[in-house]
Structures are given as structure tokens and as C-alpha cells.
């Protein structure tokens, strides 16, 4: 598949760059953009290796990851992270976080459309599902706002924080989703 280069209303998403890895510590190694992720915060370490396995997942044949540097449209430099892996059976499993100066201004709705636009229009996918902390509101409204539908939970789904931690699962189907207006 060529590069990923898509645009909404007010975001874009574009392939990873290995410059990109001190604009995704300001994300992934903040507590406050990380409080309710899968993960604690990572190290500038980490994010390196992240920057450097997105890269490398872009080459692959077939493709089954797609991590994304979330922009404003008409700029380059990355506020955010967006992440597509596809599962058999034609589906994916979605995630994203921005940085906390970008909260509440829809973009995260944005970024799950913009996921599904890939997901659905040039993959071919027939279900996408997210997953979110019960206590992370905000994502359950921009799921919501996104046209998911909440399915339901995983019980001790992920070991974060020193404990395990349920999470509420979401997801879309191809007929279901209809692209920004």
C-alpha cells in the first residue's frame, strides 16, 4: 500500500518520521495523556523504539499495522498518536491518544473517523472495534460521537498502574459507518 495521507475537516493523519519521536514523548510520556491508556507513561527510550517499530510496520508485506502521526491540517508536526491493527476475519482494533492541549475540541472524534475511513474505504474491512479505561468518560462520548456502539467489557483486560483494569469495548460495522459531512 502507498503511504497513508489522509484529511479531514481539521485533522490529518500521515506515516510516522523518525522526527516525530520528541513530539510523541510530549504525548506518550505525559501522566495526564497517559492516565487512562494501556500503558504508564513510556520513556524517551520507548518512544523511540515506538517511532522506530511504526516505521518499520509501514514496510511490511502484507501490511497489518497502521500507526499514525495525528496533525492539524496544514501542518506536520505530530499531537498526536492513532493506531489501526487489522485482525482476521476482516476486522481491526483501534486506538489513539493527543496531547492533552488538544482535548475537547472534537479532534478525537475526528481521528476515529478519519481510522475508519482507512479501515473501511481502502482496506476493506468489515468491523472495527476500540477499547477504552471505565473511567475514561471522554472517550466513551468520542466513541459514541464517532458512531460506535458500545458492546460491552472485558473484565481485567489490562495490567496498568500496578493492577489489572477492566476495559468497555466499542466497535462499527462497514454499513454502519458513514463518512464526515
Same mark, same amino acid.
Given at each position: 500500500?502507498?503511504?497513508?495521507?489522509?484529511?479531514?475537516?481539521?485533522?490529518?493523519?500521515?506515516?510516522?518520521?523518525?522526527?516525530?519521536?520528541?513530539?510523541?514523548?510530549?504525548?506518550?510520556?505525559?501522566p495526564e495523556a497517559t492516565r487512562h491508556l494501556s500503558f504508564e507513561p513510556?520513556?524517551?527510550?520507548?518512544? !523511540? *523504539?515506538?517511532?522506530?517499530?511504526?516505521? %518499520?510496520?509501514a514496510e511490511d508485506t502484507p501490511r497489518t499495522e497502521y500507526?499514525?502521526?495525528v496533525t492539524r491540517l496544514g501542518e506536520h508536526r505530530l499531537i498526536g498518536y492513532a493506531r489501526l491493527a487489522t485482525e482476521p476475519q476482516r476486522a481491526a482494533t483501534i486506538g489513539f491518544a493527543l496531547h492533552p492541549a488538544e482535548w475537547g475540541r472534537g479532534l478525537g472524534t475526528e481521528t476515529v473517523h478519519l481510522l475508519c475511513a482507512l479501515g473501511f474505504?481502502?482496506?476493506?474491512?468489515?468491523?472495527?472495534?476500540?477499547? !477504552? *479505561?471505565?473511567?475514561?468518560?471522554?472517550? %466513551?462520548?468520542?466513541l459514541l460521537r464517532a458512531g460506535m456502539t458500545e458492546d460491552g467489557r472485558i473484565r481485567d483486560h489490562v495490567f496498568v498502574h500496578g493492577a489489572w483494569r477492566d476495559s468497555i469495548t466499542y466497535s462499527i460495522l462497514e454499513?454502519?459507518?458513514?463518512?464526515?459531512?
Open positions: 500500500m502507498t503511504p497513508v495521507h489522509l484529511t479531514g475537516p481539521k485533522l490529518a493523519l500521515r506515516e510516522v518520521e523518525s522526527e516525530d519521536t520528541k513530539d510523541l514523548l510530549a504525548v506518550y510520556g505525559d513510556r520513556t524517551r527510550e520507548q518512544v !523511540r *523504539a515506538i517511532v522506530d517499530r511504526s516505521i %518499520a510496520s500507526c499514525l502521526a474505504k481502502a482496506l476493506g474491512l468489515h468491523r472495527i472495534w476500540a477499547a !477504552r *479505561a471505565p473511567r475514561n468518560e471522554a472517550s %466513551a462520548r468520542t454499513h454502519e459507518w458513514a463518512p464526515m459531512g
